[in-house]
């Protein structure tokens, strides 16, 4: 994933490992597309299709899902990851290597339409600065599609309550600790839904929307419990935001 993550010591081997999942879940991507796909528009005669950057595009998936949603729109996969790029050149039409930090994207400030920036916030040392550099690639008026973790998923705050480690949170990069599965994802930064809306408000953005979507790893007995959730954002188990650039 695109991350100023990766400067820290071990981070960016860990990223770089191929066992380390570089893929959410399709029904969190279809969903996301499809917000695009309404703020877009589709293309019609005359009228040049929008550029939209997958910036942390992974294995490709993300931005493949939307490429049949948003036919006609330019899709760019944008990864610092050269295993991730490999992936994705499979499902894309055209991948970039970039990074958020140190000289940034490989990209004119204003040059794009939109953004996707699909579970890659919560992997960042600096998300202030990551979101810095999304708002000057993107036009004024230009799309943010971002999407994180919930911390106050309806289950976490049961788990809280009995004193368990959070799904999502990590405090170790080599094993799980104290929670709930045993898969390491490198997750450092987890937000609520009124956290999210302040901290994307203050990198220059107005947030149009913030809706829910469901986490494959949610166990199936209680995946209805989940997709119910969605209908209120705050307890859902991952936010989708659409913001709009100022």
């Not at 931005?63 to 330019?74: I, K, M, S, T």
């Not at 953005?205 to 494959?216: C, I, W």
Request: charged residues 20%.
């Amino acid at each position: 994933m695109t991350t100023s993550a990766a400067k820290a010591p071990g981070l960016r081997d860990f990223y770089e490992d191929p066992a380390v999942p570089v893929a959410s879940g399709t029904d969190r991507s279809l969903r996301q597309a499809r917000m695009l796909a309404r703020a877009l528009g589709p293309v019609r005669p005359g009228r040049a299709p929008a550029t939209v950057l997958d910036v942390g595009c992974g294995d490709g998936s993300a931005g493949a899902v939307a490429a049949r949603v948003l036919a006609g729109h330019r899709i760019v996969g944008v990864d610092w990851s050269q295993d991730a790029l490999r992936r994705a050149a499979r499902r894309l039409p055209q991948v970039v290597r970039g990074e958020l930090s140190g000289g940034g994207l490989p990209f004119a400030s204003g040059s794009a339409d939109a953004v996707l920036f699909s579970e890659v916030v919560e992997h960042l040392v600096d998300p202030d600065g990551a979101l810095d550099e999304l708002h000057r690639v993107l036009r004024p008026g230009g799309h943010l599609m971002l999407s994180t973790p919930n911390l106050a998923a309806w289950y976490n705050r049961a788990l809280l309550l009995a004193g368990v480690q959070p799904v999502f949170s990590e405090v170790s990069l080599r094993r799980v600790h104290g929670r709930p599965g045993s898969q390491v994802v490198g997750h450092l930064r987890l937000f609520t839904a009124r956290a999210l809306r302040e901290f994307v408000t203050a990198s220059g953005f107005e947030v149009v929307r913030l809706e829910g979507a469901p986490f494959h790893g949610v166990p199936r007995p209680l995946r209805p419990l989940d997709r119910l959730a969605c209908r209120l954002p705050s307890l859902s188990s991952i936010f989708l935001v659409h913001a709009i650039r100022r």
